[in-house]
């Protein structure tokens, strides 16, 4: 797993990811491999993933052969690319969308947060999308991100930037799916 965070401040939104993989046990970090990346860019849209290693070919893949450019500006744009996205998982990437057998949907195996100039948004594996006004945080170290960004959210002198890596250390200080170095997109609203 990972750990992707996306935060937005004044006129700042970012998101980051860590850059490790992981195998079981077996840690593959950034300096080798070069295909490390967690943060794919559609147009003006940064999209970052937590799932499987797989999931960032995939997406890549899937967006590169579409006619028509998907939306990402509302909740309700995002939704319907993550409805196409999932039956393009199943019929074209084979996907297994089991899951826990007591859930009532497919899941689509991965996580996402998604930023651009209008807004901070998240796609959960039900693909269920929220659009968030300060702060979040995907992956396996997220409760030690989330936590560490809201203990500095509101102190004026740190930017959005400055949030999102106090997230990302406290993922790769506390959890062994998370580490360094990190990766940081960083979006100038007007």
Do not use: W
């Not at 590169?64 to 939306?71: A, D, I, Q, R």
């Not at 007591?102 to 999308?129: M, P």
């Amino acid at each position: 797993m990972s750990t992707i965070v996306v935060v937005r401040k004044e006129n700042q939104i970012v998101i980051g990811a860590d850059t490790l993989t992981v195998y079981g046990s077996t840690k593959i970090k950034s300096q080798m491999v070069k295909n490390f990346s967690k943060i794919i860019k559609l147009n003006d849209t940064y999209i970052a993933t937590c799932g499987n290693a797989v999931t960032n070919q995939v997406l890549k893949n899937y967006f590169t052969k579409l006619e028509e450019k998907p939306k990402f500006k509302s909740i309700e744009d995002i939704f319907g690319v993550a409805n196409k996205l999932h039956k393009a998982l199943k019929d074209e990437y084979f996907i297994r969308p089991e899951g826990d057998q007591e859930d009532d949907y497919e899941t689509s195996q991965f996580e996402c947060l998604i930023a651009n100039a209008s807004g901070i948004f998240g796609i959960d594996s039900y693909r269920y999308v929220e659009e968030y006004a300060k702060f979040y945080s995907y992956g396996s170290g997220f409760r030690y991100a989330l936590g560490a960004m809201h203990a500095v959210y509101d102190q004026d002198h740190l930017t959005a930037e400055d949030i999102a890596k106090i997230g990302l250390e406290a993922a790769a200080d506390f959890d062994d799916s998370t580490d360094k170095p990190f990766e940081i997109f960083k979006i100038f609203l007007k």
